[in-house]
């Protein structure tokens, strides 16, 4: 069994791997912003390339147990929590926790919820399905982004799921600062600062992709 402190240790470390992921995802999914040729076949070159990686292979099952650790670790913090009668990582110092603080569990659920309808929309399809090829033979997964994009009721759950992703990865940054040692009056301002921006910058990006692509796709 795993004591409080190596539990949050593992949820800090499998939080920033994931954190990190999400800035390299949000770089390649930036090519969705391009003209529409080009975006086509420069994202499928992209992604053929991504799945034929022996090195990327080896980091996406580092990905994917990081996924299924971090929800598990979650949620049986959470549950350790209630049980107790404290809240999610609650943290007082001076002064009342922040309400997305006090409900980590339920943004982790909705995040975790919304990458299933991801990877069954897009990862599964792609890898199992037979989707079409586009003109260099590349599997075209622009086309399908396209078409899943122009589901309006797709594009608001993901819209609400990158809000929820936002404050999920505002407290978790500022929590693994903590985990880490680095709260002090040195470097918790940079830490906080920095957070808050890189998780604005990614949700808000992540967030625009299908809406720019529902209003500007044919």
């Not at 070159?45 to 034929?52: C, D, K, N, P, V």
């Not at 209630?82 to 999610?88: A, L, M, Q, R």
């Not at 007082?92 to 926790?97: C, I, K, N, P, T």
């Not at 079409?132 to 599997?139: M, V």
Request: charged share 10%.
């Amino acid at each position: 069994m795993l004591s409080t402190l190596s539990r949050k240790m593992l949820m800090c470390l499998t939080g920033l791997f994931l954190s990190f992921f999400l800035l390299i995802h949000f770089l390649g999914n930036l090519q969705l912003f391009l003209p529409p040729e080009q975006a086509h076949l420069q994202f499928n070159a992209y992604s053929h390339f991504l799945s034929g990686n022996i090195l990327i292979k080896m980091v996406s099952y580092v990905l994917y147990a990081s996924i299924i650790l971090h929800a598990l670790d979650g949620l049986i913090i959470t549950l350790k929590n209630k049980k107790s009668g404290g809240s999610y990582q609650s943290e007082r110092r001076g002064r009342a926790s922040q309400w997305y603080s006090r409900n980590m569990g339920i943004l982790g659920t909705l995040i975790l919820i919304f990458l299933v309808i991801h990877f069954q929309n897009f990862w599964y399809v792609y890898k199992f399905g037979n989707p079409p090829l586009d003109d260099n033979g590349n599997k075209d997964l622009y086309i399908l982004v396209v078409a899943v994009f122009k589901e309006w009721w797709y594009v608001i759950i993901y819209v609400i799921s990158m809000a929820a992703l936002c404050y999920h990865l505002i407290h978790g940054i500022h929590s693994a600062a903590r985990t880490l040692g680095l709260y002090h009056p040195k470097f918790v301002k940079w830490f906080k600062t920095a957070g808050i921006v890189y998780s604005v910058m990614i949700s808000i990006g992540f967030a625009l992709m299908p809406v720019y692509i529902f209003f500007t796709a044919h």
